[in-house]
Structure formats: C-alpha cells, structure tokens
C-alpha cells in the first residue's frame, strides 16, 4: 500500500474539492475554453498529485 | 471576451482589488436577478494549466473573505457577460437559497488516514491453488467489510462528539486504500478556528487512523444547488 502523507492528504482534498464540488453553471451559457482541454486539465491536476505521491515514496526509499 | 467563473456573490459586489487568475482584470457581471458573478476575464485562446486551479482557490478566498459568496467549480467557462448573466438568472431562486446557507461560512475538511494496511488472511500452506485464491478474496472482502465498518463508525463518534447538526456535515468512507474518511463540516466563518482545534483534538482521540484537518476553505462541498 502506498502511505500517503499528510500532505498528499491535505493537496487531493483541495484539488477534489476544486475539480469536483462547487456551484456548477452548467447547460447551453457554459462552454470549454478548448473542448478537451478543460478535460485534460483534470487529469493533469490529478496527475500533479499522482507525481507527489511518487516522489514522496522515492525519498522514503532512497 | 471569455470569462472563467470563480463565485457568485449578491450585488453589490464588495471592492476588491483587480488580480483576476495570471493578473489579468478580475470582472463582476451583475445578473437581473439581484446576483453577480466574479470572474476572471479571460481569451479562448489561453490555455488552463496547473497553476490555475490553486490560484482560482485562492482567488475564491478572496473574495468569500471580502463578501458572502458561492464557490463556482473551476472550469467554469462562459463565451460573454451575457451568457453568465443568463446562467444566473435562470436559476436565481436556487442561488439564493444556496448563499442564504452557506454564505458568510467557510468549511473544514478532516481525512482520516490509516495508520496501518489491511490485516492480510492466513491460508494454510496445505491448501491447494483454488482454495487458497478462494481464501484470499473471501479475507480481502472481510478485511475491506470490517474497515468500512470501522470508519463509520469513526464518523459517527466524530459528529456526536463534535455535538453538529447532520445538515452540516458531509462524508464519505473508505475512498482509496489509505483513507479512512474523507469528511467536512460547514462551519460560521468567525467560529472557525475554534471549531478547526475543536475536529482536531477529537481525531486525535482516534488510535488506529492519522488526523489532517485543512482550511478553513471556502465552502466547496456545501455550495451545491442541487
């Protein structure tokens, strides 16, 4: 199992809080900035996550 | 002129300074219903990156620190004023109750992580290969029943200790491997560093699972319009 750190914990809660609550203004008046865009921006957000998560198992490692 | 949406707020709009996200101008567009959103003027072709998405959070506290407000989930786009204007009209009423709720109030988030991985099963060595796969999902599946038992549990003792009306708290259990529970409370912005050592002095009391409290943030998880 990989241990997450208080500040793993403390960055994915925010970024799910931004990414996925919030008020949404959905419907015809929303558009994307660039379509799939908005979509990739998501993952990369979470990837930014993922990417702490690997780094702070390496220093625990090495 | 694209706007990428940060909050909704109720005119009139409180004075802030001008930083909308990357320093360009910070915009309100007052809608007829008595409602105005805040967002950051924006061109279709710029990108959203990384970086953004703290600094709209950042932004969001700004300005629910300077008027009671509504967080708007980032990516919010809209092709005019118009187009925002006529988003919020359309579901004014909604809006209003939702700032009526959780305005002028901020959340505080509490994961609860576990100290140690699940118990693995035993399997007798003498078993054969079918068994022994059929004895290693049956003590996977009780490991995982008996941990999402525990965590709510912990939830339940976290609310009855912190004394808190239901409606104010969210949750949910077991969401990956490591956490036990992922929780906020809503919270009046003026009580919050009370209530903040108050969820903190409670988990601790918990020994199997490691306490982070955050914020207080903008009230993310309660702006929901439903």
Partial sequence: ??????????????????????????GEATISVAGIDLIYLG???????????????????? | ????????????????????????????SEAAAGLGLWSTEWTPDLKLERPDALEHHRLVERICAAQPCLPVRFGTTFASVDAARASLDKRA?????????VG???????????????????????????????????????????????????VERFIAELAIER???????????????????????????????EMVRIAEGFSDVVAVVNGPWPPYTFASTG
């Avoid at chain 1, 990369?44 to 702070?56: C, G, P, R």
């Avoid at chain 2, 009423?93 to 709720?101: D, G």
């Avoid at chain 2, 491997?177 to 209530?195: G, I, K, M, Q």
């Fill in chain 1, 1 to 26: 199992m990989k241990e997450l750190t208080a500040e793993d914990a403390s960055l994915l809660e925010l970024v799910d809080r931004l990414l996925n609550k919030g008020v949404v203004l959905a």
């Fill in chain 2, 104 to 154: 002028g109030k901020s959340e505080i988030a509490l994961t609860l992580l576990w100290r140690e991985p699940p118990a693995a099963g035993v399997t007798p060595l003498a078993a054969g290969p079918g068994r022994r796969y059929m004895e290693a999902r049956r003590a996977e599946f009780g490991a995982r029943e008996t941990r999402r038992a525990r965590a709510e549990y912990l």
């Fill in chain 2, 1 to 28: 002129m694209t706007l990428i949406a940060h909050a909704i707020a109720a005119a009139p709009p409180a004075s802030l300074s001008a930083g909308g996200l990357r320093g360009r101008p910070l915009a309100w």
């Fill in chain 1, 43 to 62: 993952l990369n957000v979470v990837l930014t996550a993922v990417e702490t998560l690997e780094k702070s198992e390496k220093r625990r490692a090495s």
């Fill in chain 2, 167 to 197: 409606p104010l708290v969210w949750h949910e259990t077991c969401t990956s491997t490591n956490v036990a529970v992922s929780l906020a409370v809503l919270t009046p912005t003026e009580r919050a560093d009370e209530r903040k050592a």
């Fill in chain 2, 93 to 101: 009423e909604a809006l209003h109750a939702a700032l009526a709720r």
